[in-house]
């Protein structure tokens, strides 16, 4: 009985019978949408949600999917871009950046531009172009920021949390494939 008690940080049995359910299996969630028109032709949707079991460790899901609205299919990373693995890396570590979450509401984000190394980058994105892994560590998006459209990585085993890497797609010109990008 003392480890129970311990566990819920509490003295005594009556303190522990005195709490509720919800308290005693409390959960902290939360989920988000986005929904992105990047083009009359192209919809981008975005779902996001986080899950805290009580006094257990986070738990993220990420899903991203891109739709030509012409044709109703669904679009993958090849149908945007026309790059090696090895070459996109390149660019990405000169240009490209992270995103790291920040406790403050009011910057909830620090843009970090990526160095030589990162410890995440080269593993995430292998997953884009092996295409016989059953696991999907990788979602990309596509965003607009001050002006200008970004394709976004997130990186899925990338440590505790979901890591956001993004790069502006002028950097990208010369293997855009997607015909609306082009001209972006």
Do not use: W
Request: hydrophobic share 35%; aromatic share 20%; proline share 4%.
């Amino acid at each position: 009985m003392s480890e129970l008690l311990k566990e819920y940080e509490l003295s005594t049995l009556a303190e522990y019978q005195a709490l509720d359910e919800e308290e005693l299996m409390a959960n902290d969630e939360g989920e988000g949408f986005g929904i992105t028109y990047l083009s009359e032709n192209l919809f981008n949707f975005t779902y996001s949600y986080q899950n805290l079991p009580y006094r257990g460790r986070y738990q993220f899901f990420f899903n991203s999917i891109q739709y030509d609205l012409r044709t109703g299919n669904k679009l993958n990373f090849a149908d945007f871009l026309s790059i090696e693995k090895d070459t996109l890396i390149s660019i990405f570590r000169k240009s490209g950046y992270r995103m790291d979450p920040q406790s403050d509401p009011g910057t909830p984000f620090l843009i970090v531009p990526i160095d030589a190394y990162d410890e995440y980058l080269e593993e995430n994105i292998q997953y884009l172009f092996d295409k016989e892994e059953d696991f999907e560590c990788i979602d990309f998006y596509f965003t607009e920021k001050d002006n200008e459209l970004h394709l976004m990585f997130k990186f899925q085993c990338a440590g505790p949390y979901l890591q956001d890497y993004g790069i502006s797609l002028s950097f990208l010109k010369p293997y855009i494939k997607y015909s609306e990008f082009k001209n972006r």
